[in-house]
């Protein structure tokens, strides 16, 4: 029922940007709460960011100055804006909701940031 939809990730240098878009449907998309979490390969799941329905936003020490979540209700998307890309970004970049104390989450979008 609930679908999002991650797009947005690519190749990019150390040091670039890149901005992933989540599309989410069958949902009422502004009263639930988003976020981002990434997770590289043998590493646990981590949050990168999250926005509520009210717009308050959280994000990980490892992103916190560099990354932006936001959302345009209109469109139903959620984005993360991710500048000043390390190696370290390197993962597979997650969109979730949790409605009822379950999770959602979409298929993943990979981030590789490489020179």
């Known amino acids: 029922q609930v679908q999002l939809v991650e797009s947005g990730g690519g190749l990019v240098q150390p040091g670039g940007s890149l901005r992933l878009s989540c599309a989410a449907s069958?949902?009422?998309?502004?009263?639930?709460?988003m976020g981002w979490y990434r997770q590289a390969p043998g590493k646990q799941r981590e949050l990168a960011a999250t926005i509520t329905s009210s717009g308050s936003t959280n994000y990980g020490d490892s992103v916190k100055g560099r990354f932006t979540i936001s959302k345009d209700n209109a469109k139903n998307t959620v984005y993360l804006q991710m500048n000043s890309l390390k190696p370290e970004d390197t993962a597979v970049y997650y969109c979730n909701t949790k409605i009822r104390a379950v999770d959602y989450w979409g298929q993943g979008t990979q981030v590789t940031v490489s020179s």
């Open positions: 069958r949902i009422f998309f502004s009263i639930y709460a």
